[in-house]
């Protein structure tokens, strides 16, 4: 009746328990049994919290310890059930303790919740009571009287409740009975009653055996041997000095430092009052962790002493006298904490590489901070360098969000290391850190930049299509395809011509190419405009313009505008018999398409009539006397000009100027007898072209100094000026510049009147010539203003001209 009390009372006391633990520790609370194998089913977390089971992976849901120890459970995130991970030994984890519940956190991301998970670990009857010697020694009187207890030692059962000792027995004999009594802990020990007066005379040694028996299923039991020597009476037991000795001790004491001293005294003598100390009561962990001196008392650390495992011990002290006659005292050592641990920190997650263009708060990772102490031993100060862009903001109790506070930017900064530094307040205080990586992941922020606003590009004409002219870059600071960079044309027409057909861009390299051959005379510059555009989605892009300037070569060769080309019009100039030494007689007309140097032209005569007669000027083609003329000269005067220009190589074209001396129109025979004679003249002129080039070139050199000087003697004299008469049809107008750089001066104007009457006639003068003369020792200066040509004859077959030239 008594036992079945006491198991309702148990039975009572373990329910409230556990509904005080489910109260306490949190949002969930399963319970059970030790020894339970590995992946077995204790509960189901989402239908117990109303979770989403398909949610659970994607909140990447698991079971975190609150102090980092073993995890014994984990979760099914597929079914969302709770199992076991690890088997449980009660005995191992929890001690001689009632309650054994071990707490977890249910964590969850997305967003971040936490929920406690108390499971309380149920104890199994796998443990058989034991006692802590292999023998009992007793030494009993003879004269001990009836009914005299003798205390056992106590059978020790690491299993609890209705699982660890509740009874003993002890084997038939004459003189001894067993009597079970319960301690103030609800231990229960056994005493041995002397039911019959011993013998020595018939019995000096006893020997029983003595039986505890759990109370669990299956049920256990532990035996000791109780070895009696019977002598004569002692009728003292040893007495404790106090019946509980409540001592404290620090963590990590070293070993061997003493704990506590017990004390008892027997008033007996000899050996009879000799005390001896053990433990009578004792769990496995203290056993392992203090040791008692059997002579002195004293107890002793024998082993480390860690209050995050085991903040307080209890046990029991027996003082034994040299009989056997036995006392015992409670031990309670209670361990004091120091800050012996340092924080830890835990990255519970990390969204890794975080976007550059993620808003400011954004949370990148998640971080738990543990500490083992406890008191201001565990409370943990977390902090992070100030030169980065994010912060630690404080969660669910331990937990911090790592976020951002400032924009990200890849092309300035492509990862960061965050040192986190975590310090308890204990004295001295600890810390530990954590550095944690971070990369930043690249978007398609930046367009490509041209390394210039505009290129210039230069090339000759006449260039070989598919030569390369120029090449433009561009720089994109983005990553990977974001920063790949790709160059085109933008559509455009040149001269009413698309671009594409005059340049063409490779699309990796930016190098522009000529499609084709360019003509400076065609055109001599256009732009164009180069498009860099990135590979990032969506694609960016930038322009830049591109001038191309053709320049020049020596491509055409001068042409002759006056006088016109043999074939078409026999053009003849009218020379007076009284021009006099430097006078203007005509004038060689010539233009080249070519620009620069390519047009400046040189005029040489390569051929003449009489070489020392007339000259031309290098650079003006205008064709003088290069003497007085008289009348020994002959009339008919032929000269071959050829104009050269400055290229390399030089071009050049020759042309024949035709010249009567006469004064009288009258006098003039047929021209075509002069243009007979002079085909005819060609084929000699060939063959002494070599004599006539070195004799003329001497002559004319001689002529000349002779002429100088005989000028400069003589009076002034009136020159005689002529001008040419050009058709405007013989100016293309590209051979005209505006600037004055091209071969034919804008400022020249050319004006013809006609005769009245036939070849015969006379010419008709709008002025004397003399009127408009210069000195013989003047130099013929470029008007101001347009000079005009003063007059021209046309005659039914040939045109001859004699004209002057004035500046108004």
């Known amino acids: 009746m008594g036992r079945q009390i006491f198991t309702c009372r148990t039975l009572i006391l373990l329910t409230c328990i556990c509904i005080f633990f489910t109260m306490v520790h949190g949002d969930l609370s399963y319970t059970v049994p030790e020894e339970t194998k590995r992946q077995s089913v204790i509960g189901n977390v989402a239908k117990d919290l109303g979770l989403d089971v398909k949610r659970l992976s994607s909140r990447k849901a698991r079971i975190e310890t609150e102090d980092s120890t073993k995890r014994y459970c984990d979760i099914n995130l597929s079914s969302g059930n709770l199992v076991v991970a690890e088997i449980m030994d009660r005995e191992e984890l929890c001690g001689s303790r009632i309650a054994c519940i071990l707490n977890y956190e249910l964590v969850l991301e997305n967003p971040l919740e936490v929920h406690r998970v108390s499971l309380q670990i149920e104890d199994i009857n796998d443990n058989a009571p034991r006692f802590p010697n292999e023998r009992i020694m007793f030494e009993i009187s003879e004269s001990a009287v009836k009914g005299k207890r003798f205390s056992l030692d106590e059978a020790h059962d690491s299993d609890i409740g209705q699982n660890a000792v509740q009874g003993y027995t002890l084997q038939r004999n004459d003189h001894f009975i067993l009597s079970i009594h319960e301690t103030a802990e609800r231990g229960k ?45 002692n009728d003292n037991t040893p007495v404790f000095s106090q019946p509980v000795y409540r001592v404290t001790l620090s963590e990590n004491a070293p070993l061997g430092s003493g704990v506590v001293t017990v004390s008892a005294t027997d008033a007996d003598e000899g050996a009879n009052g000799d005390v001896s100390y053990e433990f009578s009561r004792i769990s496995d962990r203290a056993a392992k962790r203090f040791s008692i001196d059997k002579i002195t008392g004293e107890i002793k650390v024998n082993g480390n002493i ?19 006659l036995t006392s015992s005292a409670k031990i309670v050592i209670d361990v004091t904490d120091v800050n012996d641990n340092a924080p830890k920190i835990v990255l519970k997650s990390l969204n890794d590489p975080v976007p550059e263009n993620a808003v400011i708060g954004t949370e990148v990772g998640i971080i738990n901070v543990q500490d083992k102490d406890s008191g201001d031993n565990r409370k943990i100060r977390c902090s992070i360098q100030q030169n980065v862009p994010f912060k630690l903001n404080p969660s669910i109790k331990n ?72 090449s433009v870059t561009a720089r994109d600071p983005d990553w990977r395809q974001n920063g790949t960079v790709l160059y085109s044309l933008v559509s455009s027409e040149v001269n009413g011509i698309p671009v594409s057909s005059f340049l063409s861009v490779n699309g990796d390299t930016g190098v522009i190419h000529a499609v084709r051959s360019f003509d400076y005379e065609q055109f001599r510059s256009f732009k164009v405009q180069v498009v860099a555009r990135d ?43 009284a021009a006099l030494s430097g006078s203007l007689v005509s004038k060689v007309i010539a233009v080249d398409a070519d ?90 002129s060939y063959l002494i072209i070599a004599l006539v080039s070195v004799s003329t070139f001497f002559l004319t050199f001689i002529i000349l100094i002779l002429a100088v000087r005989f000028c400069h003697r003589r009076k002034p004299r009136l020159l005689f000026d002529g001008a040419v008469a050009i058709p405007s049809a013989y100016l293309p107008p590209n051979y005209a510049e505006v600037d004055g750089t091209g071969t034919l001066r804008s400022s020249y104007n050319y004006d013809a009147y006609l005769t009245t009457g036939s070849r015969t006639s006379d010419f008709k003068f709008v002025r004397s010539y003399n009127d408009n003369t210069l000195p013989a020792s003047g130099t013929l200066k470029m008007c101001q203003d347009d000079p005009y040509v003063s007059s021209i004859i046309n005659t039914d077959y040939d045109e001859v001209r004699i004209s002057s030239i004035s500046c108004k």
């Open 189 to 233: 020990y056994a005493e041995l009653v002397l039911e019959k007066e011993l013998d020595r005379e018939e019995q000096n040694e006893i020997n029983l055996i003595l039986t505890a028996n759990d109370g669990g299923t299956p049920q256990r039991s532990g035996t000791v041997l109780i070895h009696i020597s019977v002598l004569d009476a």
């Open 306 to 324: 860690d209050f995050e495992e085991e903040k307080s011990y209890e046990m029991r002290v027996q003082a034994k006298d040299g009989p056997g």
């Open 399 to 470: 937990y911090f969000s790592l976020t951002t506070t400032d924009a990200l930017d890849r092309e300035k900064e492509v990862d960061y290391n965050i040192t986190i530094t975590a310090t308890d307040e204990g004295s001295p205080p600890l810390s530990s850190f954590m550095t944690i990586h971070l990369s930043v992941s690249d978007i398609n922020d930046n367009p490509p930049v041209f390394e210039e606003q505009f290129y210039s590009a230069y090339v000759s004409e006449n260039n070989k299509a598919g030569a390369s002219i120029c």
């Open 535 to 577: 590979n990032g989605s969506p694609p960016l892009s930038s322009n830049t313009t591109v001038s191309v300037f053709i320049s020049d070569e020596n491509d055409n060769s001068p042409q002759i505008l006056y006088p016109a080309p043999e074939g078409k019009t026999l053009m003849t100039e009218m020379v007076p018999k």
């Open 595 to 684: 620009s620069g140097q390519n047009a400046w032209l040189s005029y040489y005569i390569i051929k003449s009539t009489d070489p020392g007669l007339f000259t031309i000027g290098l650079r003006t083609g205008e064709i003088r006397a290069q003497r007085d003329i008289t009348e020994s000269d002959n009339m008919k005067q032929n000269l071959v000009i050829s104009v050269k220009d400055n290229g390399q190589p030089p071009l050049s074209t020759t042309c024949s100027v035709y010249l009567l001396i006469s004064d009288n129109l009258a006098e003039v025979p047929e021209l075509k007898d002069m243009t007979y004679e002079e085909n005819n003249s060609n084929l000699t």
